[in-house]
């Protein structure tokens, strides 16, 4: 009887390390977030819509960046970036590929 608990809890250990938990970290941004942003919003705008970004630049205070990454059994799967570019406190262009589908990923105003 021992034997076979000690085979079961064995077996049990060496099952669990076959599996690694995805880890997701950064920024997790919706469509529907994302297509609310205009150009012109100001930065507390977009705050409110989006959050606040994952990177503040202390050296860019005009350039936001929402960053979004996935890594799976230690190896990065997905990098999802949205950019953010303002002048004089307003939006002027967005940039990334947090939803590819949407055309070239760029906006400008024109």
Known sequence: MKIVVIAIFAL???LSGCYKVPVQQGNILKQEDIDE???GMT???VAIVLGT???????NQDRWDYINTTKSKGEFKKLKKFSLYF???KLVRT??????????GTTEVE
């Open 37 to 39: 942003i205009k150009p």
């Open 43 to 45: 930065k507390q705008q």
């Open 53 to 59: 970004p994952t990177i503040a630049d202390p050296f």
């Open 87 to 89: 002048e004089d406190n």
């Open 12 to 14: 049990s250990l060496s």
């Open 95 to 104: 940039e990334g590929n947090y939803f590819p589908d949407k055309g070239d």
